[in-house]
Antibody
Framework: QVQMQESGPGLVKPSETLSLTCTVS????????WNWIRQPPGKGLEWIGY???????NYNPSLKSRVTISLDTSENRFSLNLSSVSPADTAVYYC????????????WGQGTTVTVSS | EIVLTQSPGTLSLSPGERATLSCRAS???????LAWFQQKPGQAPRLLIY???SRATGIPDRFSGSGSGTDFTLTISRLEPEDFAVYYC?????????FGQGTKVEFK
């Protein structure tokens, strides 16, 4: 059974870079789409972007200039970097697996809360 | 970017009743690449439906999805106490994936 676990700082200062890692266990990262989704407090879900197992990426246009998602197949994990953060980036961040074109986002991490504050 | 509008914002129902949730897209979703998720407080979302009408693994058959083009529906045939939650639709038919704002199903 595939499990995913986010890790990283819970507090980031404004203008700095938010960095999170998602470790995948119980399955290989050498397949599927690997996503980051976030949810501000009391609000809905926002797709940040994905990295395909081949290394190709696709980002939300509203965040594209600040987002980098990378893959580490040797460690079976992938990462999110979000630069120049502001308090509006405060959210629960989820790492999520998605199957092939037709399939949905079927495996979610438990989420990690990141607060942007000085 | 495809905008998804969910209605109603809140649905007040009793256990055993039927729930009908709507998701309308600002443009046609190719291949009916539309998913539904359930989220309970403090938990990650759970995939219910993908491809507009395919149930995800382990999802009870009281959950069903339908629709195509710009209009999609999630139906819960008979509400169980554990079904009271927030439901989101999400499209992955365009290059930029988007979510609806959610529908809360609450106890009447």
């Amino acid at each position: 059974q595939v499990q995913m676990q986010e890790s990283g700082p819970g507090l980031v200062k404004p203008s700095e870079t938010l960095s999170l890692t998602c470790t995948v266990s119980g399955g290989s990262i050498n397949s599927y789409y690997w996503n980051w989704i976030r949810q501000p407090p009391g609000k809905g879900l926002e797709w940040i972007g994905y990295i395909f197992y081949t290394g190709s990426t696709n980002y939300n246009p509203s965040l594209k200039s600040r987002v980098t998602i990378s893959l580490d197949t040797s460690e079976n994990r992938f990462s999110l970097n979000l630069s120049s953060v502001s308090p509006a980036d405060t959210a629960v961040y989820y790492c999520v697996r998605k199957g092939g074109f037709f399939y949905g986002m079927d495996v979610w991490g438990q989420g990690t809360t990141v607060t942007v504050s000085s | 970017e495809i905008v998804l509008t969910q209605s109603p914002g809140t649905l007040s129902l009793s256990p055993g009743e039927r729930a009908t949730l709507s998701c309308r897209a600002s443009q046609s979703i190719s291949n009916s690449y539309l998913a539904w998720f359930q989220q309970k407080p403090g938990q990650a979302p759970r995939l219910l439906i993908y491809g507009a009408s395919s149930r995800a693994t382990g999802i009870p058959d009281r959950f069903s999805g339908s629709g195509s083009g710009t209009d999609f529906t999630l139906t819960i045939s008979r509400l169980e106490p554990e079904d009271f939650a927030v439901y989101y639709c999400q499209q992955y038919g365009s290059s930029s994936w988007t979510f609806g704002q959610g529908t809360k199903v609450e106890f009447k």
